[in-house]
């Protein structure tokens, strides 16, 4: 598979300790986003990496979050102080962007599912 | 971002039947509406998408139809088969990034 890989699929870590996500996007791609999901819910928007700047976040995105692409490749997605509620689906997609500014369909990875116990 | 509201939430038919799902969005920026099938444990993945500049489009048994003036868009398939069956979600583009309905969770009875 050579699309969006994640790592790991799954992570089971106790309230208050700190966890990481990476993402790898699709070579080419220069776009990348985080997005969580709960269930029964459809993606939610965290944050947007255009090459290696971090352009947007969402409002809602608490401080314990944190994410970097220092090299425009791959990203990581940091959360502090794990709550309960920060339990979700976190997913990865990424897409490219031409000089011209077309932009080509969002892919999305298989996702990181956290629990928090 | 902006909300996107999506019905109905869960729909069934039967097999050969048609389906459509309509979203409704706020953001009168927004210019780009794709929809995405997400099967159960697996990741969302594109079927369809429109552009702001384009009324209708369709690829086989899936069309979209898109309303700017109305806010709306929806997502109509035809000659429905078992595998149809999984959770549609629609989307908006804001700025750079993508605002997602609550998901159709659509199921296709033989």
């Known amino acids: 598979d050579t699309g969006v890989s994640q790592d790991p699929r799954h992570k089971i870590t106790k309230r208050g300790q700190n966890v990481t996500f990476r993402c790898d996007p699709i070579?080419?791609?220069?776009?990348l986003y985080w997005y969580r999901q709960t269930l029964g819910q459809g993606p939610e928007f965290l944050t947007y990496?255009?090459?290696?700047?971090?352009?947007?976040k969402s409002r809602l995105l608490s401080d314990r979050f944190s994410a970097e692409r220092p090299k425009g490749s791959f990203s990581t997605l940091e959360i502090q102080r794990t709550e309960q509620g920060d339990s979700a689906m976190y997913l990865c997609a990424s897409s490219y962007r031409s000089s011209r500014g077309l932009n080509t369909e969002a892919f999305f990875g298989q996702g990181t599912r956290l629990t928090v116990v | 971002g902006e909300n996107v509201e999506q019905h109905p939430s869960t729909l069934s038919v039967q097999e050969g039947d048609s389906a459509v799902i309509k979203c409704t969005y706020s953001?009168?920026?927004?210019?780009?509406f794709p929809w995405y099938k997400q099967e159960l444990g697996k990741r969302p993945q594109l079927i369809i998408d429109i552009r702001s500049n384009v009324g209708e489009k369709k690829d086989q048994r899936i069309a979209v139809t898109l309303n700017k003036t109305a806010k709306h868009f929806s997502l109509h398939i035809t000659e429905t088969q078992p595998e149809d069956s999984a959770v549609y979600f629609c989307?908006?583009?804001?700025?750079?990034?993508?605002?997602f309905g609550k998901g159709t969770s659509l199921l296709v009875t033989p």
């Open positions: 953001d009168s920026a927004s210019n780009y």
């Open positions: 990496f255009q090459n290696e700047a971090q352009l947007e």
């Open positions: 070579s080419e791609h220069n776009r």
């Open positions: 989307a908006a583009s804001f700025g750079y990034a993508l605002n």
